[in-house]
């Protein structure tokens, strides 16, 4: 029997970069499917990821934090809610590539005739899915990369050999809009732009803000660069302490959308960034990028696409030689390139 559905919601929970992951497997179902009506449900701030990748018809956005921390019977209002809004949508077929507890059941009251689900042993509800044959169990596999466990759940569809590397493509209107912010400070002159990332969500991840700055020193005198910082809405509040840090060419650039901050990422030469989700953002619109990471070994979390990793037992261990070199080599490559496409 050939399955076609016409109407998919996918459940697509995560955190950022997590979204970022996913977009090969919702590539691979737009292939699959290129007829059928495509709905993700995610959270913030990932319905702009989704958006930007075009493989969707629309967007359901959930903040299940908000719905996991706040006054607990209008979460449960909220809910009932968004489960109305789901069946009133009334899909045909629903996946859930992350598979909570919680999502789960919203995938069995969704109403969808097929669920595919995620298996993850003590956190998905297997037994409400019904769609046969089931994906192989995520076992949590630190050798396997997310890309390829999102991916394992549509091995039933008959999906193999799916491209692995995210791709976003940004918008002729952010483009724009980056161009408006750093023509003020000539930054689009020609010298190559290396973006620097201080943020990380959570201070123990963060590589030293001095050491950022001692990094943006280097490039600039050695490499005749414009380093670009990037500031997030969780380091708002570091913009007076980073000034005076950074040298005086340097820009900063805060309050950008997700979108404007990847149409400013497509035009840099090399994002240097500790572990977190503008990085696998900066990879999937093509920068190749530097990522500082506190484990001692590659994980299945990196970026895919054009990188190097600076892994230690703590980012505080990460010296800053050892990040411009690497920061330098992919600049080499970048100018290499440049020469031999003109």
Same mark, same amino acid.
């Given at each position: 029997?050939?399955?076609?559905? !016409?109407?998919?919601?996918?459940?697509?929970?995560?955190?950022?970069?997590?979204?970022?992951?996913?977009? &090969?497997?919702?590539?691979?179902?737009?292939?699959?499917?290129?007829?059928?009506?495509?709905?993700?449900?995610?959270?913030?701030?990932?319905?702009?990821? +989704?958006?930007?990748?075009?493989? #969707?018809?629309?967007?359901?956005?959930?903040?299940?934090?908000?719905?996991?921390?706040?006054?607990?019977?209008?979460?449960?209002?909220?809910?009932?809610?968004?489960?109305?809004?789901?069946?009133?949508?009334?899909?045909?077929?629903?996946?859930?590539?992350? *598979?909570?507890?919680?999502? $789960?059941?919203?995938?069995?009251?969704?109403?969808?005739?097929? !669920?595919?689900?995620?298996?993850?042993?003590? !956190?998905?509800?297997?037994?409400?899915?019904?769609? @046969?044959?089931?994906? &192989?169990?995520?076992? $949590?596999?630190?050798?396997?990369?997310?890309?390829?466990?999102?991916?394992?759940?549509?091995?039933?569809?008959?999906? @193999?050999? #799916?491209?692995?590397?995210? @791709?976003?493509?940004? *918008?002729? =209107?952010?483009?724009?809009?980056?161009?408006?912010?750093?023509?003020?400070?000539?930054?689009?002159?020609?010298?190559?732009?290396?973006?620097?990332? &201080?943020?990380?969500?959570?201070?123990?991840?963060?590589?030293? +803000? =001095?050491?950022? #700055?001692?990094?943006?020193? /280097?490039?600039?005198? $050695?490499? /005749?660069?414009?380093?670009?910082?990037?500031?997030?809405?969780?380091?708002?509040?570091?913009?007076?302490?980073?000034?005076?840090?950074?040298?005086? %060419?340097?820009?900063?650039?805060?309050?950008?959308?997700?979108?404007?901050?990847?149409?400013?990422?497509? !035009?840099?030469?090399?994002?240097?960034?500790?572990?977190?989700?503008?990085?696998? +953002?900066?990879?999937?619109?093509?920068?190749?990028?530097?990522?500082?990471?506190?484990?001692?070994?590659?994980?299945?979390?990196?970026?895919?696409?054009?990188?190097?990793?600076?892994?230690?037992? *703590?980012?505080?261990?990460?010296?800053?030689?050892?990040?411009?070199?690497?920061?330098? =080599?992919?600049?080499?490559?970048?100018?290499?390139?440049?020469?031999?496409? %003109?």
């Amino acid at each position: 029997m050939t399955f076609n559905p !016409r109407n998919i919601l996918v459940i697509d929970f995560g955190q950022l970069g997590d979204v970022v992951m996913s977009l &090969p497997a919702l590539r691979a179902l737009r292939e699959k499917f290129p007829h059928a009506k495509m709905t993700v449900a995610v959270g913030k701030p990932g319905g702009e990821i +989704i958006r930007m990748s075009g493989y #969707a018809a629309e967007t359901i956005e959930i903040d299940r934090v908000a719905l996991r921390d706040g006054f607990k019977p209008l979460s449960i209002w909220k809910v009932l809610q968004i489960t109305k809004d789901i069946r009133r949508r009334q899909f045909d077929f629903v996946i859930d590539l992350h *598979s909570f507890s919680e999502t $789960n059941l919203l995938g069995f009251f969704s109403g969808a005739r097929q !669920r595919l689900f995620a298996r993850r042993p003590g !956190r998905s509800l297997d037994f409400l899915a019904n769609f @046969k044959p089931t994906p &192989p169990i995520d076992r $949590n596999d630190p050798k396997q990369h997310l890309v390829d466990r999102y991916l394992d759940v549509l091995a039933p569809l008959g999906i @193999k050999n #799916a491209p692995r590397i995210p @791709k976003l493509t940004t *918008s002729p =209107e952010d483009d724009r809009a980056i161009d408006m912010m750093l023509r003020p400070a000539k930054a689009d002159a020609g010298a190559p732009l290396v973006g620097l990332f &201080p943020g990380a969500g959570h201070p123990g991840r963060r590589w030293p +803000i =001095e050491r950022f #700055a001692q990094l943006a020193d /280097s490039l600039i005198r $050695n490499d /005749s660069v414009r380093p670009i910082v990037f500031v997030g809405p969780e380091e708002r509040h570091l913009i007076q302490q980073m000034r005076p840090l950074f040298p005086s %060419s340097s820009v900063i650039l805060d309050k950008l959308s997700l979108p404007q901050l990847a149409a400013a990422q497509a !035009r840099l030469a090399v994002f240097v960034s500790n572990d977190t989700g503008p990085a696998h +953002i900066a990879a999937a619109v093509g920068t190749p990028v530097v990522v500082l990471i506190d484990v001692p070994t590659p994980h299945a979390y990196i970026p895919l696409g054009t990188s190097r990793l600076m892994f230690s037992e *703590s980012v505080m261990q990460i010296e800053v030689e050892d990040v411009y070199t690497a920061t330098r =080599e992919l600049l080499s490559a970048d100018r290499t390139a440049s020469l031999f496409a %003109s």
